[in-house]
C-alpha cells in the first residue's frame, strides 16, 4: 500500500508547503541581504579578530557564498535554496528512518 499526498498528516502537509514557499522566498532575503550590507557574524569576528589571515580552504563548497557559477544572484540564491533543503530533508528522513527501525525492534 503506497501512501499518497492525501494522506499524509496535516502538519506534514502544512510544514512542507512552508519550506517550499521559504525556499522560493530565498532570493528575497538575499537580495534584502546585500541590500542592507549583511554579513555573517562569523565573518565579521573573524576579521575583527584577524583570524582571516590565518584561513586555509580544507574542502571546497559547491556553492560558495550562496551561488551557482555562471548565474545570477536569484538564480543561485534560489539553486543553491533548493539543494540545501533537499539534502536537509533527505538526512532528516534518513536518519528518522533509522530511529524508527531501532524502536520497532
Known amino acids: 500500500m503506497s501512501a499518497t499526498w492525501a494522506d499524509a498528516p496535516?502538519?506534514?502537509?502544512?510544514?512542507?508547503?512552508?519550506?517550499?514557499?521559504?525556499?522560493?522566498?530565498?532570493?528575497?532575503?538575499?537580495?534584502?541581504?546585500?541590500?542592507?550590507?549583511?554579513?555573517?557574524?562569523?565573518?565579521?569576528?573573524?576579521e575583527a579578530t584577524g583570524a582571516t589571515e590565518h584561513e586555509r580552504t580544507l574542502l571546497s563548497s559547491p556553492f560558495p557564498d550562496y551561488s551557482v557559477a555562471g548565474t545570477g544572484t536569484v538564480v543561485g540564491t534560489l539553486v543553491s535554496g533548493l539543494v540545501g533543503t533537499a539534502v536537509t530533508l533527505l538526512v532528516a528522513v534518513g536518519l528518522g528512518r533509522l530511529l524508527d527501525r531501532d524502536v520497532d525492534t
Not at 18 to 34: E, N, Q, R, W
Open 10 to 46: 496535516t502538519w506534514l502537509r502544512r510544514s512542507l508547503v512552508a519550506l517550499v514557499v521559504l525556499v522560493l522566498l530565498t532570493p528575497v532575503f538575499a537580495l534584502a541581504a546585500g541590500a542592507v550590507g549583511y554579513a555573517e557574524p562569523l565573518e565579521n569576528v573573524a
